[in-house]
């Protein structure tokens, strides 16, 4: 995937991009590599995405990292990073993966599902 586009939009403006999708898939065409997630209301889509999330995406799309790492450069506590993780994750904004940390278990990595992501609102 190149780009995630999150934005605002109404119910319909959703449908219209679902159907256009739609129609790509039915011609088989190719889809144009873009993911877009919408939120009605630009106060929620900002509430969702805090700051602080925004900050723990743009950690992930450097580099994926472990949660340990992110706890370390963003100077938040285990619990809270290990939450906006699960949040992020379940919107599809990154995934992450169990791997073994020699002499210490496993550690889980964190990493972007694209290399960018646009953040589009409209106030209106």
């Known amino acids: 995937m190149s780009k995630v586009v999150i934005r605002t939009d109404t119910v319909d403006g959703f449908f219209a991009r679902a159907r256009d999708a739609a129609r790509l898939a039915d011609q088989a065409q190719a889809f144009d590599g ?9 106060q929620r ?5 805090s700051e ?23 100077h938040r506590n285990r619990s809270a990073i290990t939450k906006d993780v699960g949040l992020l994750e379940k919107m599809g904004l990154v995934v992450s ?14 990493r972007s599902i694209a290399p ?9």
Not at 116 to 124: C, N, Q, R
């Open 34 to 42: 873009k993911v877009t997630l919408s939120f009605e209301d630009p």
């Open 116 to 124: 960018k992501i646009e953040l589009v609102a409209t106030l209106g």
């Open 52 to 74: 602080e999330r925004r900050r723990l995406i743009r950690e992930v799309m450097r580099e994926p990292q472990t949660i340990k790492d992110l706890t370390s450069r963003l």
């Open 45 to 49: 889509m900002f509430t969702v995405l």
């Open 97 to 110: 993966s169990r791997q073994p940390n020699p002499g210490h278990g496993f550690q889980k990595v964190v």
